[in-house]
């Protein structure tokens, strides 16, 4: 494993951690990587998220339990692709509303005061070196067990208490418990004491994402990590999302520890997925450690296989500050709190820091440890993750950049800031705007607060005729797309319309100039004579499919159907097959990963990474309602596409389009061919007529009512049309 490839584009910070790890694996010398999984050209080019982004598409939402052997319950998903942001900002000062963050009340001495409870842990952790810190992070395909196998971690440590409450404790947000995914990564500080040698040690755990979509959060996780326990469900064994995961942190040098969970499973095939790991990823699976994290059996090996296998953190406190920002959140009363990752040095209250990021300087208000919930402690060292905020505290939500290096004023120009991370690039582009124009402003202030804690979403201001003032909001895939608007409305109680998920479009004008357009309402209109010599190309993406044997020649015909070239088709057992396609990235936001799992009784799984730019026939799907082009709907599609959507988007829209006094003519265009067209006739009675000339107070009534309900409507094309049309148009 020693000299595998580093991947600076993914997390750039070379310098802080030797790229040499696993040394007990034994891998090919000549690919340094699994021979199965080698692409045609590279192994460079095989890592997924070549480009710093890779993807997958999985579960949107999964029921509560989850034990059973028979593949989950689906929706579609997702997409991702490279995109610059240059231009995304922020657009409104932030006031202070806070990120809703789940306190667990089944902290193991939650009963003890907090400050003897810090006190406590404080004197236990002074006492440990750095050599007997672990920093690592548990990485899986979606659903293998993550988040229950860390609540079992943090029972082992006695950081919380044994007991029937503990479901995923470390997934904190709404969405999360809601949902059964963990979306955002979350740090939980834990102190172990060593069976053999009866010692403490200090083990920083990260529970991160499954999901593709999160994949910036698992990539910035490793940041704070040099090894990972790569979770395989015993039933479901590897999955994309293994795949891809191994190779993230294989890229990072990581040391992993395989670990193979659910063996409580009547559907358990331990032997199976061990051959899987050793044949997949020629991993030595003799230290394999078996568990069942939701019985708790097995799991007392993992934390010594993590002692023994993962290097402690390289660090020296004596020297001046090197903190590396890896997230942060809003909180009321504190500002911006930091997660931070200490390389060097040591960070205590009434320290002067310096933001290389933007030069500004902060005393520090307090640090502390997630354990799970916060505890302030005295001082971080070099090697520990804490958070800190400062006082006074940092009040811009643009100050906060994550992958920013900090150390003590004064040592700037001696201190080498850490590399930071790649900007995550949106893929999938959607407009939003509030149902209620008067909203504009709170829900400005709201989506602020959120971007503060992932940043992966980009934001512009946009204006739709149809639908007001808005936002063109980017994301990494349509499920981080759906979890962002379900935090708006748990979080901030804020209610949007949502356009549907588009990818970009790329177009050379004939000067050889480059344009990348993610409004759809941007895009030059067919009499605009400079787009007829003009090169339009689309984004796609290298997605690699895992499925049993029998259904392959249903997924071949879906990916064909879906405009894809196959690449490969390799068996990586007797009876699993790895497919991999060129794919245009439309598809994945076409519902490619549902009509997949739908031909596979829901056991395919997907993982994608971009391939770049193609050349493509496409052009712009606009609707027309009485001749007039509705913004707000417009998409750029494939040719091959346009008769369908077309028809389908004019029969949806009559549906929720009320009649009006006149006729009403609703079509869909492609450039200037009408494709599709439907008509909704017109009243034929005189509401009027029974109203009662006289009756003054009841016709004032009337008026206020019609003005009330006017704020609702607009006006497109002469016709009067319900907010709520667009919004059960624009819902699936
Ligand atoms: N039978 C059994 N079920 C388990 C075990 N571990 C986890 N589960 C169940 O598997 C489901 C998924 O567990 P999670 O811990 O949420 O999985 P995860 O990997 O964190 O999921 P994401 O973070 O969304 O990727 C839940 O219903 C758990 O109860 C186990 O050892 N045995």
């Known amino acids: 494993m020693r000299g595998a490839p580093c991947r600076p584009d993914v997390l750039m910070r070379p310098c802080l951690r030797p790229c040499a790890r696993l040394p007990r694996l034994p891998l090919p010398q000549s690919s340094r990587l699994p021979s199965t999984l080698l692409s045609t050209s590279s192994c ?63 902290t193991a001495t939650s009963k ?11 004197k236990r952790i002074a006492a440990i070196p750095l050599e007997r810190y672990r920093n690592f992070c548990i990485v899986a395909h979606i659903d293998h067990g993550k988040s229950t196998l860390s609540d079992r971690l943090l029972e082992h440590t006695g950081t919380i208490v044994a007991g029937d409450g503990n479901k995923q404790v ?26 053999e040698d009866g010692l403490d040690y200090l083990l920083h755990l990260v529970d991160t994402p499954g999901h593709v979509d999160f994949r910036a959060e698992v990539t910035r996780s490793y940041s704070s990590c040099s090894g990972a326990l790569l979770l395989v469900d015993a039933s479901q064994g590897v999955q994309a999302q293994t795949v891809a995961n191994f190779y993230l942190a294989f890229a990072q040098g990581l040391s992993l520890v ?35 994290a939701k019985t708790g059996q097995g799991v007392g090996e993992i934390l010594p296989a993590v002692i023994k296998k993962m290097p402690a953190p390289v660090g020296d406190a004596k020297k001046p500050l090197r903190m590396l920002l890896v997230d942060s959140w809003y909180d009321t009363f504190k500002g911006v709190v930091l997660l931070v990752r200490l390389f060097d040095g040591t960070l205590k209250q009434g320290d002067k820091v310096y933001s290389y990021a933007t030069g500004n300087e902060y005393i520090v208000g307090e640090v502390g440890i997630q354990y799970p919930d916060a505890v302030p402690q005295k001082v971080l060292r070099a090697g520990q993750v804490g958070y800190v905020f400062f006082n006074p505290g940092m009040k811009r939500i643009q100050d906060a950049k994550l992958g920013d290096t900090f150390t003590n004023v004064g040592c700037e120009d001696i201190v080498e800031p850490c590399p930071g991370f790649e900007e995550p690039k949106p893929m999938v582009f ?57 935090r708006l409305r748990q979080e901030h109680g804020a209610s949007i319309i949502i356009t549907e998920p588009a990818v970009p479009t790329k177009i050379v004008w004939s000067t050889g100039q480059e344009e990348i357009v993610t409004n759809p309402a ?60 060129e794919l245009p990235a439309a598809s994945l936001v076409d519902d490619l990963f549902g009509k997949l799992k739908g031909a596979t009784k829901g ?54 389009v009320d009649r009006q006094m006149f006729e009403v003519i609703i079509q869909a265009a492609a450039g200037r061919r009408i494709v599709a067209r439907e008509t909704i006739k017109p009243f034929r009675k005189d509401v009027l007529a029974k109203l009662h000339a006289s009756d003054i107070t009841r016709r004032r009534k009337l008026l206020e009512k019609q003005k009330a309900g006017r704020k609702r409507l607009r006006a497109v094309g002469n016709v009067i049309i319900d907010q709520s049309a667009f919004q059960k148009f624009l819902s699936k």
């Open 430 to 486: 959607v407009a939003a705007f509030p149902t209620n124009q008067d909203d504009y402003g709170r829900l400005a202030d709201s989506i602020s607060h959120l971007v503060l804690n992932d940043r992966s979403v980009t934001l512009q201001k946009d204006y739709s005729e149809a639908l007001g003032a808005g936002w063109r909001l980017g994301f990494l895939g349509s499920l981080h797309c759906s979890v962002f608007q379900d």
């Open 44 to 106: 460079q080019r095989t890592l997924p998220g070549r480009a710093g982004f890779s993807s997958l598409a999985s579960l949107e939402s999964r029921p509560n339990d989850r034990t059973s052997s028979s593949p989950p319950a689906l929706r579609p998903l997702s997409s991702s692709l490279l995109l610059p942001t240059t231009n995304a900002r922020v657009l409104v000062p932030v006031t202070p509303v806070p990120t809703r963050r789940r306190h667990n009340s089944t």
């Open 603 to 656: 056991y395919a799984t997907l993982d994608y990474e971009d391939a770049g730019w193609r050349q493509a026939q496409l052009v712009k799907l606009n609707l027309l309602v009485n001749k007039k082009a509705v913004d707000a709907v417009a998409r750029i599609v494939h040719v091959s596409q346009v008769e369908r959507l077309g028809r389908q988007w004019v029969t949806k829209f009559k549906e929720h």
């Open 258 to 292: 395989p670990v193979v969970n659910k063996i409580d499973m009547a559907s358990a095939d331990v032997p199976r997925v061990l051959e899987q790991l050793e044949t997949v990823f020629e991993l030595d699976t003799s230290t394999a450690v078996k568990v069942s």
């Open 522 to 581: 941007e895009f030059p209109d067919p009499d605009d004579h400079r787009i007829r010599s003009a090169t339009l190309y689309e984004p796609f993406v290298n997605a690699t499919v895992t499925l049993p044997e029998e259904y392959v020649g249903r997924c071949i015909e879906i990916c064909e159907n879906a405009r894809g070239v196959q690449k490969s088709l390799e068996f990586f057992t007797a009876t699993q097959v790895i497919l991999k396609y």
């Open 170 to 195: 470390l997934d904190k947000l709404d969405v999360e418990r809601e949902r059964g995914i963990t979306v955002k990564a979350q740090t939980c500080t834990m102190i172990y004491k060593h069976k």
């Open 112 to 122: 003890m005061p907090i400050e003897r409870r810090a006190i406590e842990v404080e």
